[in-house]
Structures are given as structure tokens and as C-alpha cells.
């Protein structure tokens, strides 16, 4: 346990991660007059590419080959493709239509979404901690929806598609890379045969938008896999309350690129539904830290 709460390296390939996928919309924002659809089809292409290169060198194709020759695993793996897809669909169109605070939203009550999925699906139980954060993050959306006169669509998708797809993924007896290797494989297909006919129509944007566009959406298989991985590396040495601190770095990240880069607006109203939010998270990663130290000291030498 010691060797897990002091791994400097782990602490470090989390914090990597998170810093960024935090720092995601900076790499988006130039991509903002390419459909997002297209962004996801390269990302899904080149990702693609980059993860089945990686299973080679590292010798671990017959991971990937075990994992498609189970269907009911297959099976799986498609629902969590559809939903990380839809999650980067939805992230990538919102950060390119001036909508990151939005994201960071979705990002922030991404863990107490987790808890409430937890409840319903798993059969966990709350303690009144995490109760207090749940109902005072709820309390906070609803504050938000009401402020902004219309539903926070994109903040629900982000945090709801995220929970479900690592809900999925908890359940399915496969590693993180063979199992997103596998993913992408899955939407390959569909991505080739999209750009294949969006280059055929003349409105690809690797062909059309010049080298710049075309570096960036190459390059976004490598900004795809590469947090992917440090985070799976991360996870496995570190205790998951810190892990779970640590996610907060993404959302802070977000927000202010949205405020500081992008000048996206946020007056006082907005900041307070984002306190309200912050509070909550502060109640619930201090329980998680709490319970974690106790099961700690509680727990044989």
C-alpha cells in the first residue's frame, strides 16, 4: 500500500493526463470551421493506427485477437464505443461552438453522476457525505438550467455518456489498451468509409483546409491515445481517492480556457452555480479521502 500511495510516477502519468485532457479545447479551437463529425472520424482513425502499432511493438496483438473472438465481450465493447463516441462528438462540437464552460460543467458533476449510477445500477450505498453532494450538485444544475433558460444539454451528455461508458467498461473483464484498441476498431468501418465519402464530395477537410488543419487532425490519434494511456498506467499505482482528486485537474483546466484563451462569459451569476458545484465536490472528495486513510489505518500491516 505504501509503495501505492508514494508511486511518484503514477502520481505524475495521472497528473499528465488530466492536464491534458484539460487542456484539449486549446488543440480544438483551430479545428473549429471542420464538422465535428469529421474531427471524430479522424480521431478515431488515427487513434485507431497509433494503438494497434503500440499492441505490436509491445507484443500484445494476441490481447486484441482474445478480445475479438468473444462475443459477448465484442457486444460490450460496441455500446462503449457508441458512448465514447457520442461523448467526443458532443465535446468536440462544443468546444468548437464556444461552449467550454459548458464542457467543464459536464466534467465537474461527472463523479457525483458516477455516485447516483452507483445507487441505481450497482446497488451502492450513500452515506451522508455523499448525499449532502449529490443533492447540493442537483440543487446547483437546476440553479444553472433556470439561469441560462434551457436545459444544460451538454453537460448532462458529457457526464452522463462518461458515466455510463465507465460503467461499462468496470464490467467488462478486458485491459484498458486491447479494450480501446477494440473500440476504435469497431467504429473504423463507419470513420473510413464517412471521410472516404466527405473527400469524394470535395468538403474533406484533411485535402481542403491545408497542412495546418490536416497536421492537427492527424495528430489527434496521438492526443487521443497518449492521456488515454498515461491514465491507465496512473490508475493502476495509485490509490483511487487520489485518482479521483486528480480528475478535477481536466474541468479547472476547461474553464479557464474557456474564460482566460477564449473569453467565454462567466459574470457572477454563472460563478455562483459553479461555487455551489465546487462545494459539493469538495465535500465529496474529502469524504473519499477520509474513508480512504481510515480503511488505511484500519487495514493489517
Known amino acids: 500500500m505504501a509503495a501505492a500511495r508514494l508511486s511518484h510516477r503514477g502520481l505524475a502519468a495521472a497528473a499528465a493526463a488530466f492536464t491534458i485532457w484539460g487542456l484539449f479545447p486549446v488543440y480544438l479551437h483551430p479545428l473549429s470551421g471542420v464538422p465535428a463529425l469529421q474531427v471524430i472520424a479522424h480521431r478515431v482513425v488515427w487513434s485507431c493506427g497509433l494503438l494497434l502499432l503500440w499492441l505490436l511493438l509491445r507484443g500484445q496483438l494476441g490481447l486484441l485477437s482474445a478480445t475479438l473472438s468473444r462475443p459477448a465481450i465484442l457486444a460490450r ?71 441560462a433558460g434551457r436545459p444544460p444539454w451538454i453537460a448532462a451528455t458529457l457526464a452522463v455518456s462518461f458515466s455510463l461508458y465507465g460503467l461499462v467498461r468496470k464490467v467488462i473483464s478486458v485491459e484498458a489498451l486491447p479494450g480501446l484498441a477494440t473500440e476504435t476498431l469497431l467504429l473504423m468501418p463507419l470513420s473510413v468509409a464517412y471521410l472516404g465519402w466527405c473527400e469524394w464530395a470535395g ?48 474541468p479547472s483546466l476547461q474553464l479557464l480556457c474557456g474564460v482566460l484563451l477564449f473569453h467565454e462569459s462567466f459574470g457572477p451569476a454563472l460563478a455562483a452555480g459553479f461555487a455551489v458545484i465546487w462545494v459539493a465536490l469538495l465535500i465529496y472528495a474529502a469524504d473519499g479521502l477520509w474513508r480512504a486513510r481510515s480503511a488505511a489505518r484500519t487495514a493489517p500491516a
Not at 464542457?103 to 450497482?122: A, C, D, F, Q, R
Not at 443533492?135 to 444553472?144: G, P, R
Open 77 to 147: 465493447l460496441a455500446l462503449s464505443a457508441l458512448l465514447i463516441s457520442s461523448n467526443w462528438l458532443v465535446y468536440v462540437w462544443s468546444v468548437t461552438h464556444d461552449h467550454i464552460i459548458d464542457t467543464s460543467l459536464g466534467y465537474y458533476i461527472n463523479p457525483l453522476v458516477n455516485v447516483v449510477l452507483g445507487v441505481l445500477v450497482l446497488r451502492e450505498r450513500l452515506n451522508r457525505a455523499q448525499w449532502t453532494a449529490v443533492l447540493l450538485a442537483a440543487l446547483a444544475v437546476l440553479y444553472l438550467a433556470v439561469l
Open 203 to 250: 468538403s474533406g477537410a484533411l485535402t481542403t483546409q491545408g497542412p495546418h488543419v490536416a497536421a492537427l487532425l492527424i495528430g489527434s490519434g496521438l492526443i487521443t491515445a497518449v492521456p488515454l494511456f498515461l491514465f491507465a498506467y496512473g490508475a493502476r499505482l495509485l490509490p483511487y481517492s487520489t485518482v479521483g482528486v486528480l480528475q478535477y485537474i481536466a
